[in-house]
């Protein structure tokens, strides 16, 4: 099918977004809590050579930014990614993916809110924390009943919370460092010396690959575009620049964070049972440190999981007006049965988790990443494929992005056998893939409701055109 005619399909969602707005949507899903406890883990693997892998990653982040933005200037559309995939790589595809991006977000909801449990024990004690989670998912579910607005401004500002003490960590961990030690020629010297003789390319390339995994999330991007508001005074490419400038954003910050906890570490190890910027607070001794950071963890987790929710419930949006889920789901408006599925499923897997919690979290984690990953590689083969049919004026020399991008994004698929955490994830995701495959083989080429208010013969509801 044709892009403009998936566009008309999935047409009837207000733009009520600002471009601020779409910057902390960015912000929110990939800032997590391993960046601002420290990003132990990477930095454990590779040492303050982590830096450098980060470095890396941050321009296969940028560089699927750049594709993703292309493509989303020219075509926004609520399906994102996932109805680039179907216009440029066949209908089939445009299942698949989306099939294995509400699996990843319902997943993620699932198991990454079980996270909290340990600070909601912490705050009330007297009550089951696996109750107290369920009443949150509940909450974010009725937050998002409210509307995009609602959804759009509560984000902005735990976007706003977690950003702005993530430059405070930054800040105190540069100064203690610098007061330990502040930095000489020959200190410098020593240092790059000290951490080139001890950086392996194994280990580069596995923190490396731990690093682009942390970039995963700025593909909503692409789907929180199709609800961004771009001035009319703004060219069509205008989308694409505030797409790219808030990747930028969201990159530096995360390059930085790793770059002062690499810096600090260097002069304060850390004890095992801390990670970097908990130990770093302690020792800057700050009043109510302990509770300022619990209270950012919640923060955080809260923050991912509410762009989760969205995206996914924009992606289950998607898969009914192609036909792939019942119809009730893709009626426009507030989008409160598309919303409600992706957070009741998330319930059933978090119960699953609270019988089974090992075998439940494995599983679910690697099908996340492993889709995430492989979707990742189809927005850079749909590229190649957006530039070959003249997505930009000058051809398809920007063809040579997306065959970068999946060369790299291949690579990586490959090294998380090599890495224990990430062992298990092609040993589920790839039969997860291959479920997902035949069943697109068995489905029907079917375009879907061609009109956003086809929901009902030929009833129309122009409630779906308008915000309520």
């Known amino acids: 099918m044709k892009i403009n005619q998936i566009i008309r399909r999935e047409s009837g969602l207000p733009a009520v977004f600002t471009r601020g707005q779409l910057a902390a949507i960015a912000v929110g899903a990939v800032i997590s809590y391993g960046v601002v406890s420290g990003s132990a883990f990477p ?167 731990i690093a682009t995994m942390g970039f995963i999330g700025l593909e909503v991007m692409s789907i929180a575009g199709a609800e961004t508001r771009v001035p009319a005074r703004v060219p069509a490419r205008g989308l694409g620049r505030s797409m790219r400038r808030a990747a930028w954003w969201v990159v530096v910050l995360v390059v930085a964070g790793v770059a002062a906890s690499a810096w600090f570490q260097w002069h304060e190890p850390v004890a095992p049972n801390l990670t970097p910027f908990v130990q770093l607070l302690e020792l800057a001794k700050l009043p109510g440190a302990q509770l300022a950071f619990t209270v950012l963890m919640a923060v955080t987790v809260v923050s991912v999981l509410n762009c989760q929710i969205y995206g996914g419930s924009r992606m289950v949006f998607s898969m009914a007006r192609a036909g792939q889920a019942p119809a009730v789901l893709g009626r426009a408006g507030k989008l409160r049965a598309p919303v409600t599925v992706v957070v009741g499923a998330a319930m059933l897997v978090y119960a699953a988790h609270l019988v089974f919690p090992g075998v439940v979290y494995v599983a679910a984690s690697s099908m996340a990443i492993t889709s995430l990953l492989a979707i990742w590689m189809v927005i850079f083969l749909a590229y190649i494929r957006f530039q070959q049919l003249g997505g930009e004026a000058r051809g398809a020399k920007g063809a040579w992005r997306g065959i970068v991008g999946v060369v790299v994004m291949m690579a990586i698929a490959v090294s998380t056998l090599q890495i224990d955490a990430f062992a298990p994830a092609l040993f589920y995701g790839i039969p997860l893939w291959l479920l997902l495959s035949l069943a697109a083989l068995l489905l029907r080429n079917k375009t879907g409701n061609s009109h956003p208010d086809n929901l009902g013969g030929k009833r129309k509801n122009m409630k779906g055109l308008v915000e309520i």
């Open 43 to 209: 930095l454990t693997v590779a040492g303050p050579a982590a830096v450098l892998s980060y470095a890396a990653a941050a321009l296969i982040a940028l560089l699927l930014m750049r594709c993703l933005s292309d493509m989303t200037a020219a075509h926004p559309t609520p399906g994102g990614f996932a109805s680039y995939a179907e216009a440029f790589l066949g209908h089939r595809t445009g299942f698949v993916v989306r099939a294995a991006y509400v699996v990843s977000v319902v997943t993620i909801v699932g198991t990454e809110i079980a996270m909290l449990e340990r600070v909601l024990a912490w705050w009330m004690p007297q009550v089951p924390p696996s109750l107290v989670v369920i009443a949150l998912l509940a909450g974010l579910n009725l937050l998002h009943l409210a509307g995009a607005r609602v959804f759009a401004w509560v984000e902005f500002a735990l976007s706003a919370v977690k950003g702005l003490a993530l430059l405070a960590l930054i800040v105190i961990a540069c100064v203690y460092a610098f007061n330990a030690a502040p930095p000489t020629v020959d200190g410098a010297r020593t240092a790059s010396a000290t951490i080139l003789a001890g950086m392996t390319g194994p280990q580069v390339w596995q923190a490396f690959t």
